[in-house]
């Protein structure tokens, strides 16, 4: 059983920075992918950025490239996620979460290909 413990959530202002961690414990081995997902009040949840564990490919939703990094330390076992030129859009209830199966690029965004997911940590971006 995984678990995922998010932490670096905060309130900035427009055109500020974050960085975000996930420690991962228990059974990571098999994880294949790891993401970042984000969900604001009255949306669904978004998939934002997601790393394949074992090849360091990255992939990212449109409306963070080029302000997001995703990151991983292995020997850590923890996920950052980068977060610069921050707009209130991005103001998000923020989660990692781990997949273990295999998946297409074009899936690689979907909630439904993450078996495990972290408790969350509230990004506020003001303007």
């Known amino acids: 059983q995984v678990q995922l413990v998010e932490s670096g959530g905060g309130s900035v202002q427009t055109g500020g920075s974050l960085r975000l961690s996930c420690v991962a414990s228990?059974?990571?081995?098999?994880?294949?992918?790891m993401a970042w997902f984000r969900q604001a009040p009255g949306k669904g949840r978004e998939g934002v950025a997601v790393?394949?564990?074992?090849?360091?490919?990255?992939y990212y939703t449109d409306s963070v490239k080029g302000r997001f990094t995703i990151s991983q330390h292995n020997a850590q076992n923890t996920l950052y996620l980068q977060m610069n030129s921050l707009k209130p859009e991005d103001t998000a209830m923020y989660y990692c979460?781990?997949?273990?199966?295999?998946?297409?690029?074009?899936?690689?965004?979907?909630?439904?290909?993450?078996?495990?997911w972290g408790q969350g940590t509230q990004v506020t971006v003001s303007s």
């Open positions: 790393v394949n564990i074992r090849t360091g490919n990255a």
């Open positions: 979460a781990a997949g273990t199966r295999p998946t297409t690029i074009g899936r690689v965004l979907s909630e439904a290909e993450y078996n495990y």
């Open positions: 228990g059974g990571t081995v098999n994880n294949v992918y």
